[in-house]
């Protein structure tokens, strides 16, 4: 079996920045330094696992470095862009896109890799399933498959999209096929409920390492059809009840400046002079919206019931208004457009792409992920702040840190 010329495709033309749903598969869309530094020879598309040993045989014969991507729109970490200058990227997810079984009753997904979040969320509406969310990260136009082996988060009580997968079909190095979990037994009906086999566990060796994955089994999220988002002000008291799950979502943390730049007004609408943005003068812009003068805002959601939602709201309004300084929003002040209601849309399972609008903020802007781990301790998060502050304040750059990202004990 060979592949057909119309699914190689050797890289010629000059490398472009492109939009979300439009992402290039030869390079990083984003790139901070010379687009062509790190850039494919060729790209292939397979379009059958077998297609994919093929490949990788062939690589293996002519020792020739692979870079396999899902979409290639992990924008802030490289993109498509390959490991190895001139290496060939297999593209799995333009020919393999398959949504190969979706069951409402166990609320759980197969999917290959060419399957968006976009995708799989329409294709959950068309089918009538309206008790199945799906777990969406900020943006919803990349692979389900390729955001979870980045260690992708979202929004939902679901948001470790790693630790929510239940089975993986994978293409070794060398070629073999293996099936992870109960997919190992052929005709097995568990291989997407129960994520573990009979042996030892092996998939926390795939991530971001050599092999190729090309089908992953994941949980979908069983909706009560009831939520409560909320946003406050925020200090050293998210810890204790996310540990608890009273705080029920992977909820985030925003800098107030995002509040500007979310508008997807250039930076030129609010200020115009030199050096960082004045933290006064976004002050001033802020005692004007919905939210006030503040400097940060935390985005939670509460699930369930309303009986359960009341319950849970109570102590986390009772805690976080111990802060002398911190409010409650109303989301009944806020208007449409606000960047509150896509906090509301991903935490609901819906795909969302406003996040990038914040891109517009300089001319012809980009972004680069940077994604430290701490505890969610409030030493700890100081201290992540100071040492941002203090890198921004070097380099002349606008204070701009994007999302902190609350696990259960940990923050990113």
């Known amino acids: 079996m060979s592949l057909q010329r119309s699914s190689v495709m050797i890289t010629s033309k000059s490398t472009t920045n ?21 850039v494919a020879s060729a790209v292939v598309y397979p379009g059958s696992t077998e297609e994919v040993q093929k490949i990788v045989h062939w690589a293996n014969k002519h020792v020739i470095p692979l870079h396999p991507i899902s979409m290639g729109r992990n924008f802030g970490y490289g993109g498509a862009a390959p490991w190895v200058r001139g290496a060939v990227v297999v593209d799995l997810g333009k020919r393999m896109n398959r949504i190969l079984d979706i069951n409402p009753e166990d609320c759980t997904c ?6 968006s979040y976009y995708a799989l969320y329409e294709e959950i509406q068309r089918r009538g399933y309206k008790h199945l969310w799906i777990d969406v990260p900020d943006l919803g136009g990349g692979s389900v498959l390729g955001n979870a082996l980045d260690h992708g988060v979202g929004y939902t ?29 052929p005709g097995n009906n568990t291989w997407q409920v129960f994520p573990y086999g009979f042996g030892p566990v092996i998939e926390h060796v795939w991530p971001r390492d050599s092999d190729i994955l090309l089908n992953m089994g994941c949980s979908d999220v069983s909706s009560s059809g009831k939520k409560r988002i909320w946003s406050s002000w925020w200090r050293s008291i998210v810890r204790p009840l996310r540990i608890a799950i009273i705080l029920d ?38 005692r004007d919206h919905p939210y006030g003068d503040c ?11 309303s009986e359960v939602r009341k319950w849970k709201l109570e102590p986390i309004h009772r805690e976080f208004m111990k802060v002398p300084v911190a409010r409650r929003i109303d989301p009944a002040t806020l208007p449409p457009s606000d960047y509150f209601w896509s906090r509301d849309r991903t935490s609901s399972g819906e795909p969302d792409l406003e996040e990038l609008a914040w891109v517009n903020w300089w001319p012809n802007g980009g972004h680069i992920a940077f994604s430290p781990v701490a505890p969610t301790r409030g030493a700890d998060a100081l201290r992540l702040w100071q040492l941002a502050k203090k890198h921004w304040a070097a380099s002349g750059l606008d204070f701009f840190p994007s999302t902190l990202w609350l696990g259960f004990a940990n923050c990113i």
């Open 18 to 38: 492109r939009l979300m749903m439009a992402a290039p598969n030869t390079h990083d869309g984003m790139a901070a330094t010379d687009e062509e530094e790190l």
């Open 249 to 286: 979502n992977a909820a985030n943390i925003r800098h107030a400046l995002q509040v500007l730049a979310l508008s997807g007004a250039p930076r030129t609408a609010f200020y115009q002079g030199e050096g960082p943005f004045p933290p006064e003068k976004m002050s001033e812009y802020l």
């Open 295 to 305: 400097t940060w805002l935390y985005f939670g959601t509460c699930y369930g019931p």
């Open 110 to 115: 197969l999917v290959e890799p060419g399957v």
């Open 157 to 185: 009580p679901y948001g470790d999209h790693w630790a929510m997968h239940s089975g993986l079909e994978v293409v070794t190095p060398t070629g073999e096929v293996v099936r992870t979990g109960m997919g190992a037994l």
